[in-house]
């Protein structure tokens, strides 16, 4: 913990613009305007008293007692005067001057109540909005400030709003709003709210600005070294050493000696970067006593080996008038106490919050510190939270921020974590643990494998922070995401890359050496290996060496050194991994008996206990132990009825069945097996291998039955399914069963002879023959699919068959039958796919009559959005560039998907290049090439394009560069012509 934490906040830091001297904005009025032309019945001594309390009034501030007290007295002797409204008015100031706020604002509102002079109104208005500021009610303020906007144009009055607007915002923490307040302000008088100004420039980090004022500020303003000493606290507060050393280098330089002000600077500076004997001579060379001096002076002990001379210093000053100094001499002495007894600290810290009440970010931080070291994470984030709700310099607001993020990710909170950490990136664009944000944000998504948000985190501390003290650990985790992607080459270089301590060395060289197993360099895999001290008494080494052997084929080592990596095994799931690669190693030993005892007893663990028990069965049905593993799979099917191997499981019975020659029992295993898909109405790509192993199981048993009655079976069987898929596989056996050696005549011929045998009904005959005309299709039986889709369409007209004709006729390219066929069944029945379909052809056809099919689909385009993408290339190829960007600017607008958003972002970049504008075209390019590098197409495409704008733009290097990348990928022709644009240095008309 950084032990000068307290020192911006004993300095004073910025001042409250709320304490500073606040100038009376009065209008000096004429006396001509207060006394009225013709006020009837008053006599001259009246008008004599009321003149000398309006020069009275005006002559000094120092006669303010008098002139309340003679307004008094006027009021006693005339108290019907005419003149009594325009004496509560000078009553009203004289207290606004003196600083009693209440009564001047109560007087303000019941002049307000009256109906009073134009001449005083606003002046009225602007009294009255100052002495509500100043009783802090910004709110009735802002409300009379907007009100005397109203009353006057007059530019004195317009500006005055804005000064003391822009002190509300400035003490509401506005500080963007006061700041356009103030530079308006500034154009009427550029001297008067400068200083609050450059304070707010510095609220704002508006750096070079406020540089700007402070260089242009004499050393004979009396504000000199108000400036300087507000300019050395903010660069302080920001850890900004160099700047703070610079410009107290100049002051130096300078005749005037510096003020104890930045004294008292120049040793928090040297006690922030722990320099103790500067920090101690400068306090020495200090001449002024006061306690601030003598807190330093204790923060030194404290740090040079004096802990009981400084914690009696820091006793006596947790006593001073200074309520500053008193609470962080406290909060420093319970720091030497922490290092005694932190249990002590902690509770006297907790108790001294609980009683006073105290609003300083510095003690909620120092509480959080205390529980954060003794590991109470979450109970440490209240504090530092806490510690948020008080103001902070940006060096604190930094650190706080980063623990609150650590400290959640050691409680295990890895999303608070993670939302901390992005929080602190926002808040902190500069600031000193954004590497550490980066590393853990990375490690977060290491752990959720969200692997490429975590590559791009830790890329950005490798790239950006190269002597973070994270860099390393950062490698290793994108090596080890480039090791699980088996990007082994990249994996290995980013190993290489990290220096090697005696804390990480063994893990590197085991990854290096299982990198290089992957690689099949066993060699080099073995050398590693035997760097690394003890290997053969580690685990993980053990078994990667075993699986050096087993893959050189070694079987017998590799066993030999798996029967010893089960020695070293020190965990259940070890000892697992380990027996599991052994029981793998006899079955590659052709020991299958000795294999299948392994899974078995490997099956009664509970974890994993169907897999081993089905490689158990396996194992035997391989070993040709029939009837062993028929036990085995009977066993599986009692104990894993739900499991995802059951169903394999049932194809493996049915397959030793059909080894022991029961073929009918095989059959019957196998049609058992389909029938647990008979309510299945859609097949998943996930089930049609098994179902292939089982049509085939069903095709050669019934095959080697021989029996009519099999095929009769098969055929009732049909009706079962609800899968056209199934039903269409089935017909098929049957056709085949029937059929000569598969012949796809003889097939279809005898098709049409089962499919009348079985009396199917014929929208069930029509379903099957149109998936037949599919599988044609699938076979590019072209005109056989055609006739057999000819035929349905001509003895039932359906819909379904037109569609398949006119898909026929677009794969055989015949493209304007395949069009009006499709729009034949469209006039039967619109559809969305249908419409799709229609699309798509036209777009692989020049976009032939894209227009009139782009208005048939306008209630199903927003089911295909990628179709918008085809009427940006119709518009951009037909000329109507406007129309294309105003569609491609609406896709950007409102298209979450990343490929259509390249797609409009091209067409963007096109119609830039066709208009000429080459920087708007080759921020678009660009724009693809940095975001949308996945996307192939439209990334090679507009890498050409790219390229030619930079040569447009004269930047050949540049262009040479991105030419050399993209170069593989572009076509012949795009090569040659850039190829010979550089060579020349002139711009031909790119490719269309």
Known sequence: MNHCAHLNAIHGGIKSLKSLCLPLAFCILL?????????????????????????????????LSEVKAEIASFRARYPESEYI???????ANVALKQGDFTAAREMYRILLTQDLHPDI???????????CYNLGDYTQTMSLLADLEKVTANPYYIYQVRVWRGRIYTQEGFYLSAEQEYRLALEYDPQEVRYDYFLVLLQLDRFDEAKNILDGTAASEPKYFDYQSSWLNYLLGHGDYPNFDDQVAYLLRQPAPLTPNVSLLRIRKALETENYDIASALIDSLGTESPRREYYRAIVLAHTGSAVEADSLFQQLSRSQDPDIAVYAYLERLKLLYARDPATATKQLQDFLAASKLENAEAYYLLGDFLFRNKH????????????DFPMTPVMADRVEDHIAEAYYLAGEFDLSAAAYNRYLNHQPEGRFRDKAFYYLGLINYSRNEYREARLNLEKVVSDFPRSAWVDEARFYLAEMHYLNSEYAQAAELYKSIVLTDANYPEVLLRLAQIYYNQEKYAEAIQLLQNIPASDLDFDATVLMAGIRFNQKDYNQALRIYETAETLAKTEPQKTEAKAYRAYTLYYLKRYNDASLVFYDLSRDITNADIYLYQAA???????????????????TDEFPESNYFLPVLAEIATIQFNLGKYSVALEEWENLLRRFTANEYISQEDQPLLGEVFTGIETCARQVKDPAAISDLAAMVDLFRSDYIKFELEYIIVKLYADAGLWEDLLAEASEVRGSLNLPANRRNAIELLMVQSLVNLNQWERADSLASEVYSSTGSRESLIKLADIAARTGNPELAMQRYLQAWDLQADPDLWLKMIELSADNQLHRFPELWAKGETYRKLYPQTRVLLIQYLFESGDLAGAAAEADSMLASEPNPWLRAQAEYYHGRIAYSNQDWQAALRSFRKIRLLYKEYGDVYTQAS???ILCLLRLEARQEAQLAFDEVRKDLSPQQVSEIASLLETGTEGKPDE
């Open 31 to 63: 006396l001509a305007f207060l006394i009225p032309a013709d006020l009837r019945g008053q006599s001259l001594l009246e008008k004599e008293d009321f003149s000398y309390i309006v020069k009275l009034y005006y002559a000094s501030d120092a006669y």
């Open 85 to 91: 409204q325009y004496l509560d008015y000078l009553d």
């Open 121 to 131: 109104l606003a002046d009225v208005y602007l009294n009255y909005a100052i002495s």
């Open 377 to 388: 994470y979450l109970e440490a984030v209240s504090q530092f939270v806490t510690a948020l």
């Open 618 to 636: 396996k194992s035997a049905a391989q070993g040709k132990q029939w009837t062993r593993a028929l036990d085995l799979y009977d066993q599986f």
């Open 944 to 946: 050409y394009y790219y």
